[in-house]
């Protein structure tokens, strides 16, 4: 699992925005941040490639 802790757009420190469970695949809780000048959310920690399909 990669950590984004900065905005895809313009490289800034995200906000946390929630935290959430996932009930129904992993069971594993995770975070949405925001970038707050676009209101962009991004899920973190993100997957890697090869851990995509234990969430899909």
Known sequence: MKKIKT???DNQ????FISCKDFTVSHETFSIFIDK???LLITTPRPKLDELGRYY
């Open 7 to 9: 905005s895809p757009i």
């Open 13 to 16: 420190p995200l906000d946390s």
């Open 37 to 39: 000048e676009s209101e």
